[in-house]
C-alpha cells in the first residue's frame, strides 16, 4: 500500500497551458476550440483560473479509470485518493467496516492540501479522485476556494445503480474493496443536489470509452468557456 504522501503523476510532464486548448478540445471532440486567429486571452493558465478536477462516486463507478484518461488527455497531474488513506483505513475497508465521518475528515484535508500542493507549484490543474460521498465531504474539498481565488474546483459524479456498481466490483481482482462494501456506501450517499452547481453528472452505465469521452469533452468544454469569460 501507497503511504500518505504519495502522490501519482501519469505523465510527468508539464500540465497544459491555454495554448494547449485546442489540441486537447481536437482531441476530445474533433472540433478545434479556438485557431490561429482567435488565440489564447489568458497567459500561461487557461483564462487565469486554476482547476481541481474532483472524479467521485461510491466504489466501482469507474472514478480511477476515468481520472486517469482525464489526466493523460489533460497532462495533467492525477492524485488517486485511495493512496492517502491510512492503514488503519484500509484495514477497516479490507475488513468490510465502513468508514466514519471522523475516519474520513484528515483524509479528505491532505487530498485538499496535495491538490493545492500541486497547484501551487505550478501546475494548471490537477485530477483527483475521491468518493466524496456526501456533502460535508465535498464542502471540505471547495475549502481550498477560500485560500486560493484563483482556484475553480469541479466535480465529476460519476453516477450508477448499486446493482451496476456490485457487478463492477465483484469483477475487479485484488482489490481491498469488496462487494459486501456497496451497499453501505449508497447507504450514505448523498446525491449532488440541483443547488450544487459547480458539479458534473455522468452516467457511467454505458462502455468505460464513451464514458471517457464524454467526461473529457465536458472537462474541455468548462474550461474552453472559462477561457472565453476572461
Ligand atoms: N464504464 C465502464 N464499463 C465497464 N467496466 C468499467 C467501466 N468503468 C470502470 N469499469 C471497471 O470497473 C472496475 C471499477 O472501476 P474503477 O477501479 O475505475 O472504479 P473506482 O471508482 O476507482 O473504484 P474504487 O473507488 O473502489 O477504487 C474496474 O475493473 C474497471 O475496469
Ligand atoms: O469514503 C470511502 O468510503 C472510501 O473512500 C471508499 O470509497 C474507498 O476508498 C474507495 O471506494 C476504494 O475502493
Known amino acids: 500500500m501507497m503511504s500518505i504522501d504519495t502522490t501519482c503523476t501519469v505523465t510527468g510532464q508539464k500540465p497544459p497551458s491555454a495554448a494547449d486548448l485546442p489540441s486537447i478540445q481536437a482531441a476530445a471532440t474533433g472540433t478545434p476550440l479556438m485557431t490561429a486567429a482567435s ?19 461510491p466504489a466501482g463507478c469507474g472514478k480511477t479509470s476515468v481520472a486517469e484518461h482525464l489526466a493523460n488527455a489533460l497532462n495533467m497531474p492525477y492524485i488517486e485518493g485511495d493512496s492517502f488513506h491510512t492503514p488503519a483505513n484500509v484495514d477497516k475497508m479490507r475488513s468490510g467496516i465502513p468508514l466514519t ?30 468518493s466524496a460521498l456526501k456533502r460535508k ?39 481491498y474493496m469488496g462487494a459486501n462494501m456497496v451497499h453501505s456506501q449508497l447507504d450514505i450517499l448523498e446525491r449532488p443536489s440541483p443547488n450544487e452547481t459547480d458539479v458534473i453528472t455522468i452516467d ?27
Open 39 to 57: 488565440p489564447a486571452k489568458g497567459a500561461g493558465r487557461a483564462g487565469g483560473h486554476t482547476h481541481i478536477w474532483l472524479v467521485t462516486g
Open 204 to 230: 457511467v452505465s454505458r462502455s468505460l470509452g464513451e464514458v471517457q469521452q464524454d467526461a473529457l469533452e465536458r472537462v474541455v468544454d468548462m474550461m474552453g468557456s472559462d477561457h472565453d469569460n476572461q
Open 101 to 130: 465521518d471522523a475516519d474520513r475528515w484528515d483524509w479528505l484535508t491532505a487530498l485538499r492540501e496535495e491538490s493545492m500542493r500541486q497547484i501551487n507549484e505550478g501546475r494548471t490543474g490537477v485530477v483527483l479522485t475521491c
Open 137 to 175: 465531504y465535498r464542502d471540505v474539498i471547495r475549502v481550498a476556494a477560500y485560500y486560493d481565488h484563483h482556484l475553480l474546483i469541479h466535480f465529476i459524479y460519476l453516477d450508477a445503480s448499486e446493482e451496476l456498481l456490485l457487478q463492477r466490483v465483484t469483477k475487479r481482482q485484488g482489490h
